[in-house]
């Protein structure tokens, strides 16, 4: 079933704002840390920046400077904002959810971290 | 940032066969923030492994991990046709920013 999913437009004009959310369906948006990521046609996958319940944001330094990532938890919706794109920034976008496991054994106690659900990722274009 | 490199790039292989993937960090990756992801054409990305060796739910025995440090491996005992796909490592908070490697992929011999 659908529960995470990106929207928004698929062609961006160089220099202008390419702008995506993600909508979380039949899951909590509390407790979490929400993430966009992106894949370069035929290269890898590269984190973008994340956002918690609390709108604590945390930003790849590469993009920090063009970047904003909102949330809006009443809708269960989080937002990627990226400013004077060019045609480096084609790729499918990716929106995730970063989970955490507690556990505990002889050494000790601690979280394990992990993206546990991914939307089918939306591709956007960079051209004019 | 933490680099994460993969190798080899691609892995040529036959159903049954047995298949090892490295992930080698270029600094000390606390196994808490080790995971690996299959990822297929036009799907999402699926998690396979969290902590370096603990299969996610639903992640059938034949996938294994290991590793500590800067050295991480993922092992398929028996291939099966489901399986050829990309894989990727990545360090999920070890330091930002949280880095993927280049990525693996199987593919049938």
């Known amino acids: 079933q659908l529960q995470l999913q990106e929207s928004g437009p698929g062609l961006v004009k160089p220099s202008e704002t390419l702008s995506l959310t993600c909508t979380v369906y039949?899951?909590?948006?509390?407790?979490?840390?929400w993430s966009w990521i992106r894949q370069p046609p035929g290269k890898g996958l590269e984190w973008i920046g994340e956002?918690?319940?609390?709108?604590?944001?945390n930003y790849n330094p590469s993009l920090k400077s063009r970047l904003t990532i909102s949330g809006d938890s009443s809708q269960n919706q989080f937002s990627l904002k990226l400013s004077s794109v060019t045609a480096a920034d084609t790729a499918v976008y990716y929106c995730?959810?970063?989970?955490?496991?507690?556990?505990?054994?002889?050494?000790?106690?601690?979280?394990?971290?992990?993206?546990?659900?991914w939307g089918r990722g939306t591709l956007v274009a960079v051209s004019s | 940032e933490i680099v994460l490199t993969q190798s080899p790039g691609t892995l040529s292989l036959s159903p049954g066969e047995r298949a090892t993937l490295s992930c080698r960090a270029s600094?000390?990756?606390?196994?808490?923030?080790l995971a690996w992801y299959q990822h297929k054409p036009g799907q999402a990305p699926r998690l396979l492994i969290y902590?370096?060796?603990n299969r996610a739910t639903g992640i059938p025995d034949r996938f294994s991990g290991r590793g500590s440090g800067t050295d991480f491996t993922l092992t398929i005992s028996r291939l099966e046709p489901d399986d050829f796909a990309i894989y990727y490592c990545?360090?999920?908070?070890?330091?930002?920013?949280?880095?993927f490697g280049g990525g693996t992929k199987v593919e049938i011999k």
């Open positions: 956002i918690d319940h609390s709108g604590t944001t």
């Open positions: 995730a959810r970063k989970n955490r496991n507690f556990y505990y054994d002889r050494s000790g106690y601690g979280y394990y971290w992990y993206f546990d659900l």
């Open positions: 600094q000390s990756v606390s196994s808490n923030y």
């Open positions: 990545q360090q999920c908070g070890s330091s930002l920013p949280l880095t």
């Open positions: 902590g370096a060796s």
């Open positions: 039949d899951e909590s948006f509390s407790g979490y840390y």
